[in-house]
């Protein structure tokens, strides 16, 4: 009888026990649930897209509809309440926004947080999630992107059109020269010899006709951006915004030659995949890639300018190969929508690259570390080469410029400096400017 009574004892406790576990997970789950906090929330507007980020301390499930007349983009948000982060999502909607005019936040259920994006155009909206990663915690990317995308190549037409203009009528002048030269050169043939005594005045040799002469198109793709602070110096220096101003000064001072138009692959504070600058250099027929970025490595003392190319096989050094690395995790910081990919496209740009483009690569980056080294420090004496995604552009020559390690922090202070970006960006002008007057464009083909 004692033996029942124990055994019945011990069944209550296990069942007590078990009702209390089953409540403790329950707990457990409604404190993942409801407990979430939002760390941050940030805005990336950009003509290509504008990018909303939500950074919270678990994953989050979201759910997404678009509204018409007038058009809405509203996104539920589970496992949350409204607190003073997600509020200030409103304020951070500028009002030069491409595509969002202003955000509505509220708690549009116990438990779930709406967001209400009034819209300036139809966009197509791609949502996402990201793990963490760097230095980020879990994110949800709101990804707007217009119905239709803008054409770079349009717009670079445009903004050049008169440059183009004044390019064509010298070309015609020059082959009105040449005509002319012609047509005296058939004259003088036909002219009797004449007697010893008297000599026929020399002429002076006219310019021959150029064959074919075009604008010269650079892009320019200025590192990381957006979600992506690229390297950070001693100082809080950040990659991104230092590479944007010596692209910019860049692009001008090309602007500046009567036959080159310059285009950048980024124009403000936000993020592009690898492969889209790789496929905005090949939208715009880019004659040459200048991917302009600002070093970063473990060793505070290592300093220096750098250029690289593309290898295909294998890295040039140690150093060379970490550099890729860093450089290639980009998208991983940056933030891509994998599922979007199209695997086929990513895989062919990988094994597309040629000789040839890596040869031309290797020239035109030895003309622009010769010039850099005429007033600056290099890391290395010759350009080195690494499989970097960004230099895999099949049909251009790509280089990548390291304008000086961030991390140290002397060339830190160096890279904030007006006069040394203006003459890091004179240094690579200057390089491609040689490169071009030994290796003119090859004519467009009709149908491009």
């Known amino acids: 009888m004692s033996n029942q009574k124990t055994n019945l004892s011990k069944r209550q406790t296990l069942k007590t026990s078990a009702k209390f576990l089953s409540f403790a997970l329950l707990l457990t789950e409604v404190d993942i649930a409801w407990g979430a906090k939002i760390l941050g929330v940030r805005v990336w507007p950009s003509e290509d897209y504008t990018r909303v980020t939500l950074e919270s301390d678990t994953p989050l499930p979201i759910t997404q509809q678009i509204l018409t007349n007038p058009d809405r983009l509203v996104v539920d948000v589970q496992g949350l309440e409204l607190n003073p982060t997600l509020k200030d999502l409103v304020a951070k909607v500028k009002p030069n926004d491409p595509y969002i005019s202003q955000v509505r936040v509220g708690q549009f259920q116990p438990g779930i947080v709406r967001l209400v994006f009034d819209l300036k155009e139809p966009i197509k909206p791609q949502l996402f999630t990201l793990d963490p990663v760097a230095e980020y915690n879990y994110r949800m990317v709101f990804d707007l992107y217009p119905t239709t995308p803008p054409d770079p190549l349009m717009a670079l037409v445009r903004s050049s059109a008169k440059k183009e203009t004044a390019l ?62 690229g390297a950070i110096g001693a100082a809080g220096s950040k990659e991104k915004h230092v590479v944007l101003a010596i692209a910019k000064r860049l692009k001008d001072k090309i602007e500046g030659e009567a036959y080159m138009r310059a285009f950048l692959t980024r124009d403000g504070d936000y993020f592009v995949p690898l492969h889209v600058r790789v496929q905005k250099a090949r939208r715009v027929e880019a004659d040459l890639f200048v991917s302009i970025h600002a070093d970063a490595f473990i060793e505070r003392n290592a300093r220096g300018a750098s250029v690289f190319a593309l290898s295909q096989m294998g890295a040039s050094s140690t150093t060379a190969r970490w550099m890729a690395n860093k450089e290639n995790a980009s998208d991983l910081i940056g933030g891509i929508n994998i599922k979007t990919q199209d695997r086929q496209v990513a895989n062919l740009l990988l094994d597309m690259s040629t000789t040839a483009q890596i040869k031309d690569s290797l020239q035109v980056g030895n003309s622009i570390l010769k010039q850099i080294g005429g007033f600056a420090a290099l890391h290395k004496p010759k350009v080195e080469q690494a499989s970097f995604a960004v230099l895999k552009a099949p049909d251009i020559p790509s280089i990548l410029v390291e304008t000086a390690f961030i991390s140290n922090p002397q060339e830190e202070a160096r890279l904030n400096d007006d006069s040394y970006q203006d003459r890091i960006a004179e240094a690579i002008l200057r390089g491609i400017k040689e490169y071009f007057s030994k290796n003119p464009p090859v004519a467009r083909r009709v149908n491009s």
Request: hydrophobic share 35%; proline share 11%.
């Open 168 to 229: 064509e009528k010298s070309n015609e002048e020059i082959d009105l020269i040449a005509q002319f030269a012609t047509k005296k050169e058939k004259e003088l043939a036909k002219v009797p010899a004449a007697p010893v005594a008297q000599a026929i005045p020399e002429t002076k040799e006219l310019p021959a006709p150029a064959k074919y002469k075009r604008l010269i198109t650079i892009a320019i793709d200025p590192g990381h951006g957006g979600e992506d602070p």
